[in-house]
């Protein structure tokens, strides 16, 4: 029972830094109507800036996280001005192969940016887990869980309780209409992009916290790609949802599962449940399915 409880409560834990990936997959999608399969590069290239911030400039951890802040802010503004703004309107398999072909710029380049940087990020925290009514848990998963819950709240926060959050969320309901109230899109597409600079970078590092860090993080988010698509690509409670469903999921299949059938099973669990969900609810479980009228 208490390895059972162990197995939950760690699912728990990587689900809620899960949510906080995902959520940079809602904000694009809110906004533009847009998938951005580079995900992972974004985390990847912000925690290799905070890591050069503490290696190669010498910050601490606050001036580092700030030093990375600015530069992936820098990036997503780059990006929307020369890239995205010459690709208003094109198709949406246009614009998902751009962000394919920058998540391989960023590999590439963050190779050569960063040859010779350690990729690490010290943990400050102790070792030693605690020890919760017979349950271990690791300090540092609990405090990236409780970090990336606070961030959690802030961007629902913004989203709903702020003029810009108003304005984006008009402008996924209906880009025409945002326009005709006087939204000005570029800008907002701007700030869109800017979030997920900022989700990337913490992201990033908690998951660097966690399992270490490296150029393997770009993987994460091909990893919680399916947790959107189960919980909805527009919805972020749905997301939320669908990070913890699938954390639970992953942990208690590396434990139950992947000893009796060979390790690396739990990875394919969360793929498995998104067919699943297909079939059933093709626009998510909190998802809203277009409605054409004819």
């Known amino acids: ?45 912000g925690s290799r800036m905070v890591a050069s911030g503490i290696h190669g400039v010498g910050l601490g951890l606050g001036g580092a996280l700030a030093f990375g802040c600015v530069g992936m802010v820098a990036v997503a503004m780059a990006f929307d001005r020369v890239v995205l703004r010459r690709l ?21 380049s963050a190779a050569l940016v960063f040859a010779g940087l350690p990729g690490g990020i010290a943990r400050p925290l102790p070792l030693d887990p605690l020890v919760i009514v017979g349950v271990p848990v690791a300090v540092e998963k609990l405090v ?75 993987l994460l988010g091909l990893k919680v790609f399916p947790i959107v698509i189960v919980g909805g690509l527009d919805s972020f409670p749905g997301s939320i949802i669908g990070a913890f469903i699938v954390g639970i999921l992953e942990s208690l299949t590396a434990g139950y599962v992947d000893p009796l059938v060979g390790g690396g099973f739990s990875h394919v669990a969360s793929y498995l449940v998104l067919m699943a969900a297909l079939f059933v609810r093709p626009y998510g479980l909190f998802g809203r399915p277009d409605i054409v009228r004819v």
Not at 10 to 29: H, P, Q, R, T
Not at 157 to 183: E, P, Y
Not at 187 to 214: M, N
């Open 1 to 45: 029972m208490e390895f059972l409880a162990f197995l939950v409560v760690d699912g728990v834990l990587a689900g809620a830094i899960y949510a906080l990936v995902a959520l940079a997959f809602v904000v694009v999608y809110k906004a533009s109507r847009m998938i951005n399969f580079a995900v992972g590069d974004w985390m990847m290239l």
């Open 144 to 218: 990236a869980a409780a970090i990336a819950g606070a961030c959690i709240g802030a961007l629902s926060w913004f989203f709903h309780g702020s003029r810009t959050g108003l304005a984006l969320r008009a402008i996924a309901s209906d880009q025409q209409v945002a326009m005709a109230v006087g939204i000005d899109l570029h800008r907002h597409f701007a700030i869109a992009w800017g979030l997920v600079g900022v989700l990337s970078v913490l992201s990033g590092t908690l998951w660097s916290f966690v399992a270490g860090g490296g150029f393997g993080i770009e």
């Open 88 to 108: 208003f309107s094109r198709s949406l398999l246009t614009l998902i192969m751009v962000t394919i072909g920058l998540g391989i710029f960023m590999r590439g």
